[in-house]
Protein backbone atom coordinates (compact mmCIF):
# COMPACT_ATOMS: atom_id res chain seq x y z
CA UNK A 1 0.00 0.00 0.00
CA UNK A 2 1.72 3.35 -1.37
CA UNK A 3 1.54 5.49 1.92
CA UNK A 4 2.83 9.19 2.66
CA UNK A 5 3.05 10.78 6.16
CA UNK A 6 3.78 13.92 7.54
CA UNK A 7 5.03 14.89 10.89
CA UNK A 8 7.12 17.89 12.46
CA UNK A 9 3.76 19.95 12.73
CA UNK A 10 3.00 22.30 15.87
CA UNK A 11 2.64 25.40 17.50
CA UNK A 12 4.92 27.65 16.97
CA UNK A 13 5.70 31.80 17.66
CA UNK A 14 6.28 34.14 15.16
CA UNK A 15 9.68 34.02 13.88
CA UNK A 16 10.52 30.65 14.97
CA UNK A 17 11.28 27.48 12.64
CA UNK A 18 9.64 23.89 12.26
CA UNK A 19 11.03 20.97 10.26
CA UNK A 20 8.40 18.44 8.61
CA UNK A 21 8.71 15.54 7.54
CA UNK A 22 7.23 13.09 4.89
CA UNK A 23 8.09 9.15 4.85
CA UNK A 24 7.01 6.74 2.13
CA UNK A 25 6.15 3.30 2.78
CA UNK A 26 5.16 1.12 0.08
CA UNK A 27 6.83 2.80 -2.63
CA UNK A 28 10.37 4.28 -3.60
CA UNK A 29 9.96 8.03 -2.97
CA UNK A 30 13.09 8.27 -5.49
CA UNK A 31 11.03 7.50 -8.36
CA UNK A 32 8.62 10.47 -7.72
CA UNK A 33 8.89 14.40 -7.67
CA UNK A 34 7.48 15.40 -3.98
CA UNK A 35 5.48 18.65 -3.36
CA UNK A 36 4.58 20.56 -0.16
CA UNK A 37 0.94 22.16 -0.22
CA UNK A 38 -0.82 24.35 2.62
CA UNK A 39 -4.42 24.91 2.94
CA UNK A 40 -5.34 27.69 5.83
CA UNK A 41 -9.18 27.71 6.77
CA UNK A 42 -11.16 28.74 4.35
CA UNK A 43 -8.72 29.42 1.81
CA UNK A 44 -7.95 26.94 -1.22
CA UNK A 45 -4.86 24.67 -1.64
CA UNK A 46 -1.50 26.25 -2.24
CA UNK A 47 1.14 24.78 -3.51
CA UNK A 48 4.49 25.51 -0.98
CA UNK A 49 7.49 23.59 -2.65
CA UNK A 50 8.36 21.06 -4.90
CA UNK A 51 11.42 19.13 -5.33
CA UNK A 52 12.56 16.82 -8.32
CA UNK A 53 13.37 12.87 -8.12
CA UNK A 54 16.80 14.11 -8.18
CA UNK A 55 16.55 16.73 -5.71
CA UNK A 56 18.39 18.70 -8.35
CA UNK A 57 15.28 21.23 -9.03
CA UNK A 58 13.33 22.74 -6.52
CA UNK A 59 10.69 25.58 -6.60
CA UNK A 60 8.71 27.61 -3.84
CA UNK A 61 5.81 29.93 -4.04
CA UNK A 62 7.02 33.36 -3.31
CA UNK A 63 5.25 34.01 -0.53
CA UNK A 64 7.95 31.57 1.10
CA UNK A 65 11.10 32.20 -1.02
CA UNK A 66 14.28 32.67 1.38
CA UNK A 67 12.17 31.35 4.18
CA UNK A 68 11.54 27.90 3.52
CA UNK A 69 14.33 25.25 2.13
CA UNK A 70 13.06 21.43 0.71
CA UNK A 71 15.51 18.77 0.56
CA UNK A 72 15.09 15.00 0.06
CA UNK A 73 17.01 11.99 1.52
CA UNK A 74 16.08 9.20 -0.89
CA UNK A 75 18.06 6.53 1.47
CA UNK A 76 15.61 7.13 4.62
CA UNK A 77 13.31 7.36 1.50
CA UNK A 78 11.69 10.93 2.89
CA UNK A 79 11.65 14.59 1.83
CA UNK A 80 11.42 17.74 4.55
CA UNK A 81 10.29 20.98 4.16
CA UNK A 82 13.03 23.57 6.75
CA UNK A 83 10.34 26.03 7.78
CA UNK A 84 12.14 29.26 9.27
CA UNK A 85 10.62 32.96 9.72
CA UNK A 86 7.18 31.85 10.46
CA UNK A 87 4.45 34.10 10.24
CA UNK A 88 1.11 33.86 11.21
CA UNK A 89 -0.22 33.66 7.67
CA UNK A 90 2.03 30.20 7.20
CA UNK A 91 -0.99 28.75 9.64
CA UNK A 92 -2.49 25.94 7.30
CA UNK A 93 -2.25 22.12 6.85
CA UNK A 94 0.76 21.30 5.26
CA UNK A 95 0.51 18.23 3.07
CA UNK A 96 3.12 16.10 1.13
CA UNK A 97 2.02 14.48 -2.60
CA UNK A 98 4.04 12.75 -4.95
CA UNK A 99 3.89 12.90 -8.22
CA UNK A 100 4.95 10.56 -11.05
CA UNK A 101 6.42 10.69 -14.56
CA UNK A 102 8.46 13.45 -14.47
CA UNK A 103 11.98 14.75 -14.05
CA UNK A 104 11.44 17.97 -13.21
CA UNK A 105 9.07 19.46 -10.82
CA UNK A 106 5.74 20.93 -11.08
CA UNK A 107 3.00 21.40 -9.07
CA UNK A 108 0.13 19.62 -10.23
CA UNK A 109 -0.61 15.82 -11.11
CA UNK A 110 0.45 14.69 -7.89
CA UNK A 111 -1.00 11.17 -7.12
CA UNK A 112 -0.58 10.32 -3.81
CA UNK A 113 -1.37 12.35 -1.02
CA UNK A 114 -0.23 12.83 2.94
CA UNK A 115 -3.02 13.23 5.85
CA UNK A 116 -1.40 16.50 6.45
CA UNK A 117 0.12 18.22 9.57
CA UNK A 118 -0.88 21.26 11.48
CA UNK A 119 0.99 24.06 11.65
CA UNK A 120 -0.23 27.08 13.77
CA UNK A 121 2.04 30.18 14.50
CA UNK A 122 1.02 32.21 16.81
CA UNK A 123 2.05 34.45 19.92
Known amino acids: QLQLVESGGGLVQPGGSLRLSCAASGFTLGYYAIGWFRQAPGKGREGVSCISRSGSTTRYADSVKGRFTISRDNAKNTVYLQMNSLKPEDTAVYYC????????????????WGQGTQVTVSS
Open 97 to 112: AARPGTLTCPLDGYTH
